[in-house]
């Protein structure tokens, strides 16, 4: 079985300082780990993705995440954050073989970015 | 299309009545996912198809809950007698089958039981 904790339903920052989100997941087998965002009144967007090469995973707008299996984390970084980084962000893992389709998702943490 | 198309993107209705909502997936992608997004239970699987297979109908919650698949291509979720605890945003997601492979989200339909 998959589970995803984000911790913080809400995570503040001033525009132009490090964003970080964090994830840890719990995976009976090796897992795909994702993050998507989501903007208000849009469906999900794939930001990055992590199955099983690089352990540090760049994605759009500037993301990168690094997988860390001794801590069991997939914490969610950019060095700057902007006014459009503002959305809510969810973090997901499946199983890496076929048969364990489906994404299990966190409970999302929401970025709001002040000027 | 370019993405994954879902409609209505609203839907109001009484409780009792059926819904259905339709998904339009990417065109080529075999691999077709339902999930539902509530404030009280987050983002939750609820059905997926996968090419001719049977599909995974774990996640449904009740019996009232059914989904189809045509032709390998346009989906429809129906909701029958729906009730106040159906109302959620719910979501589609296409992808081609294989280890990784990504999920695409269409918009979502929102649907709200009065």
């Known amino acids: 079985a998959q589970s995803v904790t984000q911790l913080g339903s809400h995570v503040s920052v001033s525009e132009g300082a490090l964003v970080l989100l964090r994830c840890n997941y719990s995976?009976?087998?090796?897992?795909?780990l994702f993050w998507y965002v989501q903007y208000p009144n849009q469906g999900l967007q794939l930001l990055l993705k992590?199955?099983?090469?690089?352990?540090l995973v760049k994605g759009i707008n500037g993301f990168e995440a690094e997988f860390k299996k001794s801590e069991t984390s997939f914490h969610l970084t950019k060095p700057s954050a902007h006014m459009s980084d503002a959305a809510e962000y969810f973090c997901?893992?499946?199983?890496?073989?076929?048969?364990?389709?489906?994404?299990?998702f966190g409970t999302g943490t929401r970025l709001l970015v002040s000027p | 299309g370019a993405g994954v198309s879902q409609s209505p993107s609203n839907k109001v209705t009484e409780k009792g009545k059926d819904v259905e909502l339709r998904c339009d997936p990417i065109s080529g992608h075999t691999a077709l996912y339902w999930y539902r997004q509530s404030l009280g239970q987050g983002l939750e699987f609820l059905i997926y198809?996968?090419?001719?297979?049977?599909?995974?109908k774990s996640g449904l919650p009740s019996d009232r809950f059914s989904a189809e698949r045509t032709g390998g291509s346009v989906s429809t979720l129906t909701i029958q007698r729906t009730q106040q605890e159906d109302s959620a945003v719910y979501l589609c997601?296409?992808?081609?089958?294989?280890?990784?492979?990504?999920?695409?989200f269409g918009p979502g339909t929102r649907l709200l039981v009065l």
């Open positions: 992590y199955t099983s090469a690089a352990t």
């Open positions: 997901a893992v499946r199983g890496l073989y076929t048969g364990f389709q489906k994404l299990v």
């Open positions: 198809f996968q090419g001719n297979s049977a599909p995974d």
């Open positions: 997601a296409s992808g081609i089958a294989g280890g990784g492979e990504t999920q695409y």
């Open positions: 995976s009976s087998v090796p897992p795909y």
